[in-house]
């Protein structure tokens, strides 16, 4: 465990020195939700209704962007082979970057996720709904997207295989994520929808790491 | 004591070598040696439980330990952050950085980001990170590359504590290595 934490602990110190990936992706979410009321027109009605949708496809992509780079930094310098050494199996080598990644994309996503539904004027009543599914859906999407970085390591043009091997896998967290804001803002139970989320983040927090570790250790022979 | 029946490897779909077999006691060294793409760095990485073993037996301490050895392996690169400095860099492989950092001569530099550093300091690096582990198992590809004298001399003290206090080394190279007693190993193209 005192493993764990000091190689997680070396992720995030990592992260901090190189703070421009984590705000790169902030701003491709920002920029890239601010583009819809440009296109669609500033109609509240309009903007208000495909909020959530926006924030989640925005947010999903833009976490994608700094995946590649997960594995692929530690496989280029040798590191890959250190961590598979350290004593850790590769399922908790994989959770670890997965937590890391959640950590330094995720988080800041959650915490601007608010305020660029409020610019696209969703309904209030939607709004800690929006959040409570877009925390499983992060973290869901950290899962998946450290299995697809593991298994494109080493791939010629990795980084763009990696999109398609992971939004396809991410569109159940999308549709239950947005069914939860689109309930909330009607008046409805967003109960069973974000149980729906619980219930694949239970499932992908065991299996996605022992995944990603399978797909590492193929990597580095 | 380490042991090794009969390994064979494939990498690709090229039979790298077949039939290797060595025995080293506790306290003990061999040296690899053979021309490139011999297989040397894939008969570490077979040990280190990196690569695949098609067939034989490793066996540590008359253990079966093939894909299972506790070694410290130090590959031909150097797994170097350029971010963090060079205490950070050690510091989640052992709790502490500063006597591995003196061992190899970088104990003043220890707060140094690491991207300042030369190739050679880079190679030091790399093998501080040994002494931070308690491994009996030193796997060890070019541990010399890019190292001055002074810093091979290092080396060998290293190896020798290493080798003195009952551990072993397995070292692939091309350049004469300061580890007296050890066997060699050549292995073929």
């Known amino acids: 465990m005192s493993v764990f934490l000091a190689l997680l602990g070396r992720e995030l110190r990592l992260a901090l020195r190189h703070g421009g990936d984590t705000l790169a992706a902030v701003l491709f979410f920002v920029l890239a939700a601010a583009l819809f009321p440009l296109a669609i027109g500033p109609e509240p009605g309009t903007l208000g209704r495909i909020a959530p949708g926006i924030v989640y496809v925005c947010a999903l992509l833009a976490a994608i962007l700094p995946l590649d780079r997960v594995f692929g930094a530690d496989f280029e310098d040798g590191s890959l082979d250190q961590l598979l050494l350290c004593g850790l199996p590769a399922a908790a080598v994989a959770l670890m970057k997965a937590v890391a990644h959640w950590l330094v994309s995720g988080v800041p996503l959650l915490v601007i996720a608010a305020p660029v539904a409020v610019m696209l004027r969703m309904p209030e009543a939607g709004l800690p709904a929006l959040l409570a599914g877009l925390v499983p859906a992060t973290m869901l999407l950290s899962l998946l997207g450290t299995v697809g970085a593991a298994v494109v390591l080493g791939a010629r043009r990795g980084g763009v295989l990696l999109p398609l091997l992971v939004l396809p896998l991410m569109t159940p967290v999308l549709i239950f994520g947005v069914a939860a804001a689109d309930a909330a803002s009607a008046d409805l139970s967003p109960r069973p929808h974000l149980l729906f989320l619980a219930a694949m983040l239970a499932a992908a927090l065991p299996l996605c790491p022992i995944a990603a570790g399978a797909a590492l250790r193929s990597a580095v022979e | ?189």
């Open chain 2, 1 to 189: 004591m380490l042991e090794a029946q009969d390994l064979a490897a494939i990498r690709g779909d090229r039979l790298v070598f077949v039939g290797i077999r060595f025995a080293v006691p506790a306290g003990g060294a061999l040296v690899l040696s053979g021309p490139n793409g011999a297989g040397k760095s894939t008969l570490l990485r077979v040990l280190a439980g990196l690569c695949r073993a098609e067939a034989g037996r490793v066996l540590w301490r008359g253990q079966d330990a093939l894909g299972a050895l506790e070694a410290a392996y130090l590959g031909h690169l150097d797994a170097v952050k350029p971010g963090l400095t060079l205490a950070e860099n050690l510091r989640p492989w052992g709790a502490r950085p500063a006597a591995a950092l003196a061992a190899v001569g970088l104990g003043a530099l220890a707060d140094l980001p690491a991207r300042l550093l030369s190739a050679g300091q880079r190679r030091r690096l790399a093998l501080a990170r040994l002494a931070l582990r308690p491994a009996a198992v030193w796997l060890l590809d070019e541990p010399t590359v890019g190292l001055d004298d002074a810093s091979v001399a290092r080396f060998g003290a290293m190896a020798a504590g290493h080798r003195a206090g009952g551990g072993l080394i397995v070292a692939a190279t091309h350049l004469p290595l300061p580890l007296p007693g050890a066997t060699a190993l050549a292995l073929g193209a």
